[in-house]
């Protein structure tokens, strides 16, 4: 409030009307690999199997090496799976690491939560370039590295499991086991394909069909295109991989070969991170909030802007409320939004740094769901 020299009636006015905040899209994936055409390390976007093709050279198509034949064919599962947008990521054949372009991009990127490395899966020679990408995805805070696991290796026992050497990230998810895919032309071959492009084209579709904040697994998330899986997972291999934090893929009687786990390579180490949607929501909401809270940037710091925020943020949750994303049948159980005195010290105040703490209640899916059955007796009374 500035000075007053002269007595009289100043006007000053104020703006704080509750500024809505939009949700981001996290339903985008980006691709990273090998191609046989293109700019390297570039991100392009792209929103069909055609527009890829024309920039990156034909899918499945013509002389490609064999991993650029896994990005194409990843991306075209990405797209008949439910993805609407990729960007991708071409890197060099003759080398595994990118310039730094392709990975200080990420941050950049709108509508982006997934990143997919088709070709390149969690074995020594490939481990050092997708911890890259694995430590860029979490400087974003926003995107989950879809981790591909090796072909042709069985994972029947906790010991296989840790043979593999996985990282235990909050921000890295795996499925198990790669995809038999019919060849164009050919159907009655198939070709074996890593799962990160067809599971990040799932990923899309349940977010448009039931919300980011649903676990992307069940019946509901059968793989389409897919004809088979490099292995069979029965309930005792699932039993050995779920505790883990590995996906299972099986082939559902009645329904065919689809997503039955929906869990975060965290999950032993840190159980808080276990679940797939939970860090998924969580970046949105985080990501939506620092979005839609950019206007404050200048304005006075004290309590007519931190009551405006609270607003704004409250508001917010409350939309999600009110779509059956959180726990709770009052938004009091819900969530809770504070920005006030008590989240700010003075040397914050006096830096222009504005504390805003949520807290919210996320729904976790009902992996076991236990059924308890007895039999009435003639005697019985109850």
């Known amino acids: 409030m500035q000075t007053r020299k002269i007595p009289g009636v100043y006007v000053e006015e104020a703006s704080f009307v509750i ?52 990005m194409a064919r990843s991306i075209r599962g990405y797209f008949e799976n439910g993805g609407k947008k990729a960007w991708v990521i071409r890197v060099a054949e003759d080398r595994r690491h990118t310039d730094g372009r392709g990975l200080s991009s990420l941050a950049d990127l709108d509508g982006v939560g997934a990143v997919c490395l088709p070709g390149f899966t969690w074995t020594d020679c490939e481990k050092t370039f997708i911890q890259g990408w694995l430590d860029a995805v979490v400087r974003t805070r926003h995107l989950l590295l879809i981790i591909d696991p090796p072909p042709g290796i069985e994972l029947r026992s906790a010991a296989d499991v840790k043979t593999l050497g996985l990282p235990a990230s909050t921000y890295a998810v795996m499925y198990y086991p790669w995809l038999q895919v019919r060849r164009e032309g050919r159907p009655a071959r198939t070709v074996l394909l890593p799962p990160s492009g067809h599971v990040a084209g799932v990923w899309a579709r349940v977010d448009a069909d039931r919300g980011i904040w649903t676990a992307p697994a069940g019946v509901d998330t059968m793989l389409k295109v897919v004809s088979g899986l490099e292995f069979d997972v029965g309930d005792a291999e699932q039993g050995v991989l779920n505790p883990l934090g590995i996906n299972a893929l099986r082939d559902l009687p009645g329904h065919g070969p689809g997503i039955w786990g929906a869990r975060l390579l965290s999950t032993a180490s840190d159980p808080e991170w ?13 990501h939506s909030i620092e979005a839609g809270t950019g ?65 919210f209640a996320p729904l976790k899916p009902a992996e076991f769901v236990v059924l308890r059955i007895s039999q009435k007796t003639a005697r019985s009374k109850r």
Request: with cysteine; hydrophobic share 40%.
């Open 295 to 359: 206007w404050v940037v200048f304005e006075s710091n004290d309590e007519p802007l931190w009551t405006a925020i609270k607003r704004s943020v409250e508001t917010f949750l409350f939309g999600l409320f009110r779509q059956g994303s959180l726990v709770g049948t009052k938004p009091e159980e819900a969530f809770f939004v504070r920005c006030d005195s008590s989240t700010m010290t003075p040397n914050d105040i006096v830096n222009g740094i504005v504390n805003i703490f949520v807290g």
């Open 19 to 70: 500024k809505p905040i939009e949700g981001v899209s996290l339903s985008d994936a980006v691709f990273v690999g090998e191609c046989a055409a293109g700019t390297e390390n570039v991100p392009t976007p792209v929103s069909s199997t055609g527009e890829f093709e024309a920039s990156f050279g034909l899918a499945a198509k013509g002389k490609q090496s064999h991993r650029s034949d896994l």
């Open 274 to 286: 276990k679940y797939v949607n939970v860090r998924r929501f969580t970046n949105y909401i985080e």
